[in-house]
């Protein structure tokens, strides 16, 4: 039988494997009980499903051998199996999806910490296996394959003959070296220590021969006898079902690591059960870091779904409201049909209840970490916050009032992350809006002349730096009856009554050079303007009610996005020196008007971020001037 190539990617990313030297490597045999474990899943759903494949469930279990003289360590399971074709998808490629962006990560950081992440954990068992063997049976074959492989130059699928169904895993572990020692995968200890350490909770029992010794039946004072006895190494209640009291922390971040494949600990752990028309328990989890392909297609969310116990669907989509979609976990619910599937649990009026009661619950844990567990809270905002604000921004909405409590900003004050509540509680009294200012950071903001006044004035203001925070408050349009104004958008009502007066003076003599600025750029900006929000920058660019400036850059990126402009004015500070000067070219050299204004309003396009239009044009007026100047 010709050996099979890894493809090419699987091959380097398995040489990164065998020979990094990992401290952790012990995992492998977590990541080996779990496939296991979740091979023995599909069986028992099948056998309850499906008449043709009943089976019983004492017969579901995994086994743990050691063969001390070959060096090998032996798993078998009776689950699922894997056929020809399977056993060449599932070992021949690794990690479908994310092996590239895995082997990226490795080679930039050579961290194997992020192994479960990206679901290679078969491949783990190369940091201790110099050839491996898996011989396997699917339930839906009278046919066993053995696929062997030593990782490096391909592997081998042959049939062989295998009485049981399910899968057998022979590690031959590697050979001893100077720096290297895998002796303590050969000892008793210390497997029964990894399987108490990482697989306590997996729902079928794993068992091992172990050697026992008793005392001497015959005569007491001889020395007691060693006998062979099959143990059950790990406790098998899953963990969802046990007293919340009797958890430690420990064995909840154990479990959440090695069934959702993260290496962090998780930030937070919702578990509860409740009673009702459908009663279920739930063990929900918020990661502490967000996932490499969070903000990807790639990312799968939704929950496992298990019925009295018995496992029915990963990532269950519809459990879950798309703007909680970071949350990981399960949901064990005796009422269930174990035949639904994911079509029926679109519809299932049952189900929606469900999800309506969960989506609850996550939201009031989250409520509960930000009143009560701050820093928590604002580390769980850095990851996951802009799924929260898309969810307030999608749907038209929908969902505003159940999540914005629950986003923040960063604001003017302190520099922190504040809730809009804490905004609206702290407003001045005279304050009728809730200010903010977009910008693509915050100390890019900190410098836009548009806030200077407001500052001044120590009026707080929000920082918007992702491009979906100004759609998500249009969405919303107030917050506790308070407008939202973008400080670069139409009147900011700053002046008082003489101050107006006095604006509006200055307006009506300067009309007709405010007249000819405006006809100079009549192509670009809407009007020209004496300004009230600046204080000692010369000009800034606003937009009018409507799209702003910061929402025609965003769409402008969209397709199709490009016809939908706001409507741009630019306005002049009455107190700044440049306003002098052009009153004295208007009056003195009116022809030169039409290149000032250009100058002036391209200067404040780029204080906003846009591309110049005509940047050579730009350069050679400057050089004009620079060149006038000193002559
Ligand atoms: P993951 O478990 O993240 O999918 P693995 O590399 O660990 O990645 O396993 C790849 C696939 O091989 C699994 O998804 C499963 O379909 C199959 N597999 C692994 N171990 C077993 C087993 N003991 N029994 C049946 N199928 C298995």
Not at 21 to 28: H, L
Not at 249 to 276: A, C, Q, R, T
Not at 400 to 416: A, G, P, R, T
């Given at each position: 039988?010709?050996?099979?190539?890894?493809?090419?990617?699987?091959?380097?990313?398995?040489?990164?494997?065998?020979?990094?030297?990992?401290?952790?490597?012990?995992?492998?045999?977590?990541?080996?009980?779990?496939?296991?474990?979740?091979?023995?899943?599909?069986?028992y759903y099948c056998?309850?499903?499906?008449?043709?494949?009943?089976?019983?469930?004492e017969?579901?279990?995994?086994?743990?051998?050691?063969?001390k003289?070959?060096?090998r360590?032996?798993?078998?399971?009776?689950?699922?199996?894997?056929?020809e074709?399977?056993?060449?998808?599932?070992?021949?490629?690794?990690?479908?999806?994310?092996?590239?962006?895995?082997?990226?990560?490795?080679?930039?950081?050579?961290?194997?910490?992020?192994?479960?992440?990206?679901?290679?954990?078969?491949?783990?068992?190369?940091?201790?296996?110099?050839?491996?063997?898996?011989?396997?049976?699917?339930?839906?074959?009278?046919?066993?394959?053995?696929?062997?492989?030593?990782?490096?130059?391909?592997?081998?699928?042959?049939?062989?003959?295998?009485?049981?169904?399910?899968?057998?895993?022979?590690?031959?572990?590697?050979?001893?070296?100077?720096?290297e020692?895998?002796?303590?995968?050969?000892?008793?200890?210390?497997?029964?220590?990894?399987?108490?350490?990482y697989?306590?909770?997996?729902?079928?029992?794993?068992?091992?021969?172990?050697?026992?010794?008793?005392?001497n039946?015959?005569?007491?004072?001889?020395?007691?006898?060693?006998?062979?006895e099959?143990?059950?190494?790990?406790?098998?209640?899953?963990l969802?079902k046990?007293n919340?009291?009797?958890?430690?922390?420990?064995?909840?971040?154990?479990?959440?690591?090695?069934?959702?494949?993260?290496?962090?600990?998780?930030?937070?752990?919702?578990h509860?059960?409740?009673?009702?028309?459908?009663?279920?328990?739930?063990?929900?989890?918020?990661?502490?870091?967000?996932?490499y392909?969070?903000?990807?297609?790639?990312?799968?969310?939704?929950?496992q779904?298990?019925?009295?116990?018995?496992?029915?669907?990963d990532?269950?989509?519809d459990?879950?409201?798309?703007?909680?979609?970071?949350?990981?976990g399960?949901?064990?619910?005796?009422?269930?049909?174990?035949?639904?599937?994911?079509?029926?649990?679109?519809?299932?009026?049952?189900?929606?209840?469900?999800?309506?009661?969960?989506?609850?619950?996550?939201?009031?844990?989250?409520?509960?970490?930000?009143?009560?567990?701050?820093?928590?809270?604002?580390?769980?905002?850095?990851?996951?916050?802009?799924?929260?604000?898309?969810?307030?921004?999608?749907?038209?909405?929908?969902h505003?009032?159940?999540?914005?409590?629950?986003?923040?900003?960063?604001?003017?004050?302190?520099?922190k992350?504040?809730?809009?509540?804490e905004?609206?509680?702290?407003?001045?009294?005279?304050?009728?809006v809730?200010?903010y200012?977009?910008?693509e950071?915050?100390?890019?903001?900190?410098k836009?002349p548009?806030?200077?006044?407001?500052?001044?004035?120590?009026?707080?203001?929000?920082?918007?730096?992702?491009?979906?925070?100004?759609?998500?408050?249009?969405?919303?349009?107030?917050?506790?009856?308070?407008?939202?104004?973008?400080v670069?958008?139409?009147?900011?009502?700053?002046?008082?009554?003489?101050?107006?007066?006095q604006?509006?003076e200055?307006?009506?003599?300067?009309?007709?050079?405010?007249?000819?600025?405006?006809?100079?750029?009549?192509?670009?900006?809407?009007?020209?303007?004496?300004?009230?929000?600046?204080?000692?920058?010369?000009?800034?660019?606003?937009?009018?009610e409507?799209?702003?400036?910061e929402?025609?850059?965003?769409?402008?990126q969209m397709?199709?996005?490009?016809?939908?402009?706001?409507?741009?004015?630019?306005?002049?500070?009455p107190?700044?020196?440049?306003?002098t000067?052009?009153?004295?070219?208007?009056?003195?050299?009116?022809?030169?008007?039409?290149?000032?204004?250009d100058?002036?309003y391209?200067?404040?396009?780029?204080?906003?971020?846009?591309?110049?239009?005509?940047?050579?044009?730009?350069?050679?007026?400057?050089?004009?001037?620079?060149?006038?100047?000193?002559?």
């Amino acid at each position: 039988m010709a050996k099979k190539q890894f493809k090419a990617e699987s091959k380097r990313l398995l040489d990164l494997m065998i020979h990094s030297i990992y401290t952790n490597r012990e995992i492998f045999l977590r990541e080996l009980i779990s496939n296991a474990s979740d091979a023995l899943d599909k069986r028992y759903y099948c056998s309850l499903t499906d008449e043709n494949h009943r089976v019983n469930k004492e017969d579901l279990k995994i086994q743990l051998e050691i063969d001390k003289e070959n060096r090998r360590l032996i798993l078998s399971d009776t689950g699922i199996g894997m056929n020809e074709a399977e056993l060449e998808t599932n070992l021949g490629t690794i990690a479908k999806s994310g092996s590239l962006e895995f082997k990226k990560k490795l080679e930039e950081n050579n961290d194997l910490d992020i192994i479960g992440q990206f679901g290679v954990g078969f491949y783990s068992a190369f940091m201790v296996a110099k050839k491996i063997i898996v011989e396997s049976r699917s339930i839906n074959s009278e046919q066993g394959y053995a696929w062997t492989s030593n990782g490096e130059d391909g592997y081998q699928i042959t049939p062989i003959l295998k009485e049981d169904f399910g899968t057998k895993i022979i590690l031959d572990l590697k050979d001893n070296t100077e720096e290297e020692n895998y002796d303590e995968f050969l000892e008793e200890y210390k497997i029964k220590q990894l399987v108490k350490k990482y697989s306590d909770y997996v729902r079928y029992p794993i068992q091992m021969e172990c050697e026992v010794s008793k005392p001497n039946e015959e005569d007491e004072k001889e020395e007691p006898i060693t006998v062979k006895e099959t143990q059950t190494l790990n406790s098998m209640i899953p963990l969802w079902k046990r007293n919340k009291s009797e958890i430690t922390e420990d064995e909840y971040n154990e479990f959440y690591k090695n069934k959702f494949m993260d290496w962090n600990d998780p930030l937070k752990v919702i578990h509860y059960s409740v009673e009702g028309t459908t009663s279920y328990r739930a063990l929900l989890y918020i990661p502490s870091k967000t996932p490499y392909n969070f903000y990807s297609a790639e990312y799968e969310s939704g929950l496992q779904l298990y019925s009295k116990g018995v496992f029915i669907m990963d990532k269950a989509k519809d459990l879950i409201p798309e703007y909680f979609r970071f949350v990981k976990g399960l949901i064990d619910s005796d009422d269930l049909n174990l035949n639904i599937s994911r079509e029926i649990l679109q519809q299932d009026r049952q189900v929606k209840a469900l999800a309506r009661n969960i989506e609850k619950k996550i939201k009031n844990a989250l409520e509960d970490l930000l009143k009560n567990e701050r820093e928590k809270y604002e580390e769980f905002y850095k990851s996951f916050g802009l799924s929260l604000k898309y969810g307030i921004y999608s749907d038209y909405g929908m969902h505003k009032d159940q999540l914005q409590d629950l986003i923040m900003f960063v604001s003017s004050k302190e520099d922190k992350l504040v809730t809009l509540k804490e905004y609206v509680e702290r407003m001045k009294e005279d304050q009728q809006v809730i200010y903010y200012a977009c910008g693509e950071n915050i100390e890019q903001i900190k410098k836009l002349p548009q806030i200077e006044r407001l500052m001044d004035k120590d009026y707080e203001i929000l920082f918007f730096t992702d491009d979906v925070d100004e759609f998500a408050v249009q969405v919303m349009q107030q917050y506790n009856d308070k407008q939202f104004k973008s400080v670069n958008q139409g009147d900011l009502d700053l002046d008082s009554e003489d101050e107006k007066k006095q604006k509006e003076e200055t307006a009506k003599q300067n009309a007709s050079m405010l007249e000819a600025m405006k006809n100079a750029l009549s192509s670009k900006v809407k009007d020209v303007k004496i300004s009230s929000r600046l204080k000692s920058h010369p000009v800034c660019l606003t937009s009018e009610e409507g799209v702003s400036l910061e929402m025609e850059k965003v769409l402008s990126q969209m397709p199709n996005g490009n016809e939908i402009k706001a409507s741009r004015v630019l306005e002049i500070n009455p107190n700044h020196e440049i306003f002098t000067t052009m009153q004295n070219v208007y009056e003195s050299n009116p022809e030169l008007i039409n290149e000032y204004a250009d100058l002036l309003y391209t200067q404040a396009l780029l204080i906003e971020g846009f591309k110049v239009e005509d940047p050579i044009q730009y350069a050679n007026e400057i050089c004009n001037l620079m060149i006038k100047a000193n002559k």
